[in-house]
């Protein structure tokens, strides 16, 4: 029988599951459905790339190459039709022998999979009046107002009231996902939120659909992502209805041959700090969402890396981010064609401890006026780096970033004189971030260096979009 929760996702901390202590680390295929000028990929929701075949070969690389990453997300295509009490359906086409037996083969492989929907009721479901599962009530009768679901017009539809035949609609489709052994659910167009940063509340207010929403799908474990663009304001709100929220626009450039840009990751870095850490963490089960992590994908047709990056340095920046902040972690490059360097960078033991952390880094206060010199830092048990053999007499080690934000394409070239003069010197006191010394020993987690004891100062240049992400081990004075 699935669990019993009240209103709220989690009553206390005690009660957040195990599967919900650490943000997830996977793949989503949405990126990738983009690419309608890359062989073998595009598509997007009318006729995604993706199917049964392909995904499985997915799973195997990422069994071998991936272990510690477990969800595989199907983004929006999956589903064009709704089934006779009008809760989404697989295509067939895809998925001829079924969900069920996807998520099955998936699972041999310790993966979980994950598929995407819309708040509100389908337009499908509504034109077609189908009968809600176990009630004699029809959808028709809850529709009758016509309001908009989502952000994306014509699409769901918003119950006219939220009752206990509502509930009942939502709790037939979390049934109807747990028995396809679904265990993620993206719900996207969410509001307030699903803008732009000029107008950033396009989408209906949703939560009182969503608490519902959210409340079905939890009673399987199911980890529920809303996206996109959330409102910070309705933090706490968002954090009882889910476990993970998109905190700004897509990261990816729409760009029908490249992924993302160097622009469009760093950008997003001040959207972090707006969102309340009381609400985030292991002890709440939600996490922030910065969006897919696009590293590294390259076609062995051309050699050619299409991830829109110019260079490494800056890769290095994206990854050290995300995991610094504990954001949900979903690669949206195909492992298949991740050359062994960017498997090395995405599966790095010591960064992925510290995403799996769950803790949130915070800014230190900013020393310029546009914000390129940034200094992110957490303090973590010892216990939360396995692959670390350091001993530190406090029990704990602080992750401090360092982070040139000052990045153009013209500056990959680090010959030129305009590389050279954005060059940046980033400091940071050692009292800032530890408590009761300024004294310590400093481990560069990207080069592994050991850099020795350090007192009181910490200083550093770095090369437009690069970042320095340490370890630091107190010592007493």
């Known amino acids: ?47 995604p790339w993706f199917n049964e075949k392909n995904i499985l070969d997915i799973s195997n690389t990422m069994r071998q190459k991936l272990p510690r990453y477990e969800y595989i997300n199907l983004d929006s295509g999956w589903s064009n039709t709704c089934d006779a009490y009008g809760r989404w359906m697989y295509r067939t086409d895809l998925f001829p022998n079924g969900l069920a037996k996807l998520s099955s083969q998936l699972a041999e492989n310790g993966h979980r999979l994950g598929i995407y929907i819309l708040p509100g009721i389908p337009a499908w479901a509504v034109d077609h009046d189908t009968l809600i599962k176990g009630t004699t009530h029809r ?37 109807l996902f747990a028995s396809w052994g679904v265990r993620y659910v ?61 905190i700004y626009i897509d990261i990816e450039s729409y760009s029908t041959r490249t992924m993302t840009s160097a622009s469009r990751v760093l950008e997003r870095f001040q959207y972090v700090a707006r969102w309340p ?82 803790i949130v880094a915070v800014p230190l206060p900013f020393t310029d006026y546009w914000h390129y010199r940034q200094v992110w830092w957490k303090r973590l048990p010892l216990s939360a780096l396995s692959s670390t053999s350091s001993s530190s007499v406090d029990h704990y080690v602080v992750c401090v970033g360092l982070f040139n934000t000052c990045y153009y394409p013209i500056t990959m070239n680090n010959h030129s004189s305009l590389a050279s003069w954005l060059k940046m010197e980033i400091d940071f006191k050692l009292s800032d971030v530890l408590q009761g010394t300024t004294m310590a020993r400093i481990t560069n987690v990207w ?25 630091l081990y107190p010592i007493l004075d």
């Open 186 to 246: 993206k719900i996207d167009g969410c509001g307030p939120g699903s803008g732009d940063p000029i107008y950033p509340d396009l989408a209906p207010d949703c939560r009182e659909t969503l608490r519902m929403m959210g409340q079905s799908f939890k009673r399987h474990d199911i980890w529920v992502e809303l996206s996109w663009y959330l409102d910070p304001r309705y933090a706490d709100e968002w954090a009882t209805m889910a476990n993970g929220a998109r």
């Open 277 to 358: 850490r009381a609400v985030l963490g292991p002890h709440s089960g939600f996490y922030i969402d910065l969006d897919a992590v696009l590293v590294g994908m390259t076609t062995p047709w051309n050699a050619r890396c299409i991830d829109g990056l110019d260079s490494d340095l800056l890769r290095q920046s994206y990854i050290a981010f995300w995991a610094l902040v504990s954001s949900v972690f979903c690669i949206g490059a195909d492992p298949r064609l991740l050359p062994d360097k960017y498997i090395d960078m995405l599966h790095h033991p010591i960064i992925l401890d510290i995403q799996q952390s769950g």
């Open 447 to 471: 080069t592994g260096e050991d850099i020795g004891v350090t007192i009181d100062k910490y200083t550093t240049w770095l090369e437009p979009g690069e970042c320095q992400l340490l370890l």
């Open 139 to 175: 959808i028709g009768e809850y529709t009758r107002q016509r309001k908009q679901g989502n952000v994306f017009k014509g699409m769901t539809y918003m119950p006219d009231v939220h009752d206990e035949v509502i509930q009942a609609y939502y709790d037939s489709m979390g049934d």
């Open 1 to 47: 029988m699935p669990k019993q929760q009240d209103n709220h996702i989690y009553a206390s901390s005690e009660s957040v599951p195990e599967w919900a202590k650490k943000p997830i680390l996977g793949f989503s295929t949405w990126s990738t459905q983009l690419l309608d000028n890359v062989a073998g990929y595009g598509g997007k929701n009318i006729s």
